[in-house]
């Protein structure tokens, strides 16, 4: 099964995705080989846990590892999907789905958590977001300032009976919420010039990306982007080295240049006094300088070896 779907044997053209409305593409391929692979794996040892087998026929399958992804914005690339934003919108595209994907980099949430918010669970007094039901269950996200403003900023719509929507992002026709967001933002991403290794996911990773950098903890950061699992926001530990470098970035700078000045005072380049330029190479040895004699003990920073 795992080798069939690698190869892409079970593609099909998009078929109905079993929402009111909606098409999947099933294309196949290593990543979602693996990942099918191992939920089955981990449904066939609940049975035998449970007694309805007596064995695993997954036990021995070498399951295809998930290739992780740590592609997030830089600062520049922040700017061109602000710029590409209101381009699209400029040519027409939805508010619903350009605000909602301003809301995903803002809060560094889910797709579906955005697209399912409802006004009932945006706390903008106690700035936060209740989600009663996500990926990992019910969890709470911290609002920043900006996005409790953007949310502030945003109208409340109204539906065909003339009633508030209770959808933050509700569809533009029938019921339920917006959806549709994933083929507005590849033509947003086109229009920043993103690859498509740019998804609406990195946005998430760019929102704790920038978090880890500017200082927070990858415990803090786990807990405001709602992972259940701590190894899950492990996969930023290199950019939470970040506030470190800047901290002894001013200390290897003065080291190097304190070194720096040394060498060019021994080689000749700079006075041992002024620091200023010679014109002339020092040739003596350096036990033999008066800089070199005049402090220390014997034999190391004191006289020249072999004297009294």
Same mark, same amino acid.
């Given at each position: 099964?795992?080798r069939?779907? $690698?190869r892409?044997e079970t =593609?099909?053209?998009?078929?109905?995705?079993g929402?009111? /409305?909606?098409?999947v593409?099933?294309?196949?391929?290593?990543g979602i080989a693996?990942?099918?692979?191992?939920y089955?794996?981990?449904?066939?040892t &609940?049975?035998?846990r449970e007694?309805?087998?007596?064995?695993?026929?997954?036990e021995?399958?070498?399951v295809?590892?998930?290739?992780?992804?740590?592609r997030?914005?830089?600062w520049e690339?922040?700017?061109?999907?602000?710029?590409?934003? =209101?381009?699209?919108? $400029?040519e027409?595209?939805?508010?619903r789905?350009?605000?909602?994907?301003?809301?995903?980099?803002?809060t560094g949430c889910?797709?579906?958590e955005?697209?399912a918010l409802?006004w009932?669970?945006?706390?903008?007094?106690?700035q936060r977001?209740?989600?009663p039901?996500?990926k990992?269950?019910a969890k709470?996200?911290?609002?920043?300032t900006?996005?409790?403003?953007?949310?502030?900023?945003?109208?409340?719509?109204?539906?065909?009976?003339?009633?508030?929507?209770?959808?933050v992002?509700?569809a533009?026709?029938?019921?339920?919420?917006?959806v549709g967001?994933?083929?507005a933002?590849?033509?947003v991403?086109?229009? $920043?010039?993103?690859?498509d290794?740019?998804?609406l996911?990195?946005?998430?990773?760019?929102?704790?990306?920038?978090?880890?950098a500017?200082?927070?903890?990858?415990?803090?950061v786990?807990?405001?982007?709602?992972?259940s699992?701590?190894?899950?926001?492990?996969r930023?530990?290199h950019?939470?080295?970040?506030p470190?470098h800047?901290?002894?970035e001013p200390a290897g700078?003065?080291?190097s240049?304190a070194?720096?000045a040394g =060498?060019a005072? &021994?080689s000749?380049?700079a006075d041992?006094?002024s620091?200023?330029?010679?014109?002339q190479r020092r040739s003596e040895p350096?036990e033999?300088?008066p $800089?070199f004699?005049?402090r220390?003990? /014997?034999g #190391?920073?004191?006289?020249p070896p072999? #004297?009294s």
């Amino acid at each position: 099964m795992q080798r069939r779907i $690698a190869r892409g044997e079970t =593609a099909q053209d998009p078929v109905n995705s079993g929402r009111s /409305r909606g098409r999947v593409a099933i294309s196949g391929g290593e990543g979602i080989a693996g990942r099918v692979t191992a939920y089955f794996a981990a449904v066939l040892t &609940w049975g035998v846990r449970e007694g309805l087998l007596a064995q695993s026929p997954s036990e021995k399958v070498h399951v295809i590892p998930a290739k992780r992804r740590d592609r997030h914005l830089s600062w520049e690339e922040v700017e061109k999907l602000g710029e590409a934003l =209101a381009a699209a919108e $400029a040519e027409g595209m939805s508010q619903r789905f350009t605000q909602a994907i301003r809301l995903i980099a803002l809060t560094g949430c889910r797709k579906t958590e955005v697209l399912a918010l409802k006004w009932r669970d945006v706390d903008l007094q106690g700035q936060r977001l209740r989600l009663p039901d996500s990926k990992t269950g019910a969890k709470v996200i911290p609002l920043t300032t900006a996005a409790r403003a953007f949310l502030e900023a945003l109208p409340r719509e109204i539906d065909k009976e003339n009633r508030p929507s209770p959808w933050v992002f509700p569809a533009a026709h029938g019921e339920g919420h917006a959806v549709g967001i994933t083929k507005a933002f590849d033509r947003v991403r086109k229009l $920043a010039g993103f690859g498509d290794d740019v998804t609406l996911h990195v946005l998430r990773h760019s929102f704790a990306t920038l978090a880890i950098a500017a200082g927070g903890s990858l415990y803090l950061v786990g807990k405001a982007l709602g992972h259940s699992n701590a190894a899950t926001t492990e996969r930023y530990a290199h950019v939470a080295l970040d506030p470190v470098h800047a901290v002894v970035e001013p200390a290897g700078l003065k080291v190097s240049a304190a070194l720096a000045a040394g =060498a060019a005072t &021994w080689s000749g380049q700079a006075d041992p006094v002024s620091g200023q330029p010679r014109k002339q190479r020092r040739s003596e040895p350096l036990e033999d300088r008066p $800089a070199f004699r005049k402090r220390g003990t /014997r034999g #190391t920073w004191g006289t020249p070896p072999g #004297t009294s």
